[in-house]
């Protein structure tokens, strides 16, 4: 087993299906019939199970909600069902889900093949939420060209902004989600995507008849670099709030601003006991930080302008003056952001997941 991120998305779906084969999982494989990869490769959401059918209890764990950010929680993943950590409890069934938005996996962006962030897709279309002041900011987050120049003035008039409205609004305009801008940053869509459809349709199946269930949804870019910090979406007197600090100690709460995360909309887990209303779930995630917050909404910001450019011109844009193509050092840069490729990283980010996923099993097998 290697001690390294996966180069790729196909890279590190072969070593989560041969880890999970090892491990003596039952697999299943959702092929996304709406897209490809940049090799034209199978795009899917692969769930591996260990357990009994019958689980009074299931512990679901969630890599690649948001791309990218897959490289991380898919080694996660890929360790555990191959590590020594893995023994099958009575009662209890663990599930992985790879790659829940595997086209941002595999094209190295952290949304799908509309732009759309896939934690902002999880709301009523019908009366999607206003988020006004982005509107203000959206010339500057996207701008019309991405050349060295025109990144300059639109980063300077953006931390000016920041300056005025303050850092935490500005966190909270920017990321908290929008629905009008889908060459923006944060951008929740029009209607549910293939991968929201496809946790609605399948969310039933991956926990059967348990009772009791358990989240950990797995993501990177927030926070220092190494961290795990998890995350509630309700408020801390919410009973999944209540419950996740009983099982984990420190539970950061994205309303109540103790989190690194701004309070959002649409993100999956708002709808946990939509999903599986007849179960007692306690879902978090877990989010670990790779490098400055300005580096990552650069990244997100060159992420927004290249899908812009693709769809104006028909194709990927050609090289510039500079004779460099954008795309691929673009797809750097955010692959930079959400995924360390120094190994220290992954040693920093694998015991905080232990403790996390230990702590879970010892609750839900208790
Ligand atoms: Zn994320």
Redesign the pocket.
């Known amino acids: 087993m290697t001690d390294r991120l996966a180069p790729d998305y196909t890279e590190a779906r072969r070593r989560f299906l041969a880890a999970a084969e090892v491990a003596g999982a039952a697999v299943t494989s959702h092929p996304n019939p709406e897209a490809v990869g940049p090799d034209g490769e199978q795009l899917a959401v692969d769930v591996a199970r260990i357990g009994p059918a019958d689980a009074r209890s299931v512990l679901v764990v969630v890599s690649g ?2 791309g990218v ?1 897959g490289f991380a929680g898919s080694a996660l993943q890929t360790r555990w069902l191959t590590g020594p950590t893995v023994e099958v409890r009575p009662g209890l069934a663990l599930v992985f889900v790879h790659a829940l938005n595997p086209y941002g996996f595999a094209w190295v962006k ?1 949304t799908n093949e509309d732009n759309v962030d896939l ?1 902002r897709n999880f709301v009523d279309f019908a009366d999607p939420p206003a988020n006004p002041d982005y509107a203000e900011l959206a010339p500057l987050l996207v701008p019309d060209r991405w050349d060295e120049a025109t990144r300059q003035t639109s980063t300077e008039a953006l931390l000016a902004e920041a300056g005025r409205r303050g850092f935490d609004e500005t966190q909270r305009i920017i990321s908290g989600g929008q629905y009008d801008h889908q060459v923006g940053v944060f951008y929740g869509g029009t209607a549910p995507v293939w991968s929201h459809r496809w946790l609605r349709d399948h969310a039933p199946g991956l926990v059967g008849p348990a009772g009791r269930v358990g989240v950990i949804d797995l ?3 927030l926070g220092p670099w190494g961290h795990g910090e998890l995350i509630v979406t309700p408020g801390r007197d919410h009973p999944i709030a209540e419950r996740a600090r009983r099982w984990w100690g420190d539970v950061r709460s994205m309303v109540d601003g103790d989190s690194v995360s701004a309070e959002l909309s649409g993100d999956w887990l708002n709808v946990v006991e939509e999903l599986w209303p007849a179960a007692e779930v306690t879902a978090v995630c877990l ?1 670990y930080g790779t490098v400055d917050e300005v580096s990552v909404l650069q990244a997100l910001r060159g992420e927004a302008w290249l899908f812009g450019e693709s769809r104006r011109l028909g194709h990927e844009p050609g090289p510039g003056d500079d004779g460099e193509a954008p795309g691929p050092a673009i797809r750097a840069q955010v692959r930079a952001a959400f995924a360390d490729d120094d190994p220290a990283w992954l040693d920093a980010i694998r015991p905080r997941f232990d403790e996390v996923m230990v702590a879970a099993i010892d609750q839900l097998a208790g």
Do not use: I, L, P, V
């Open positions: 909600t948001h950010e952290r934690n993501h990177t870019g989010e």
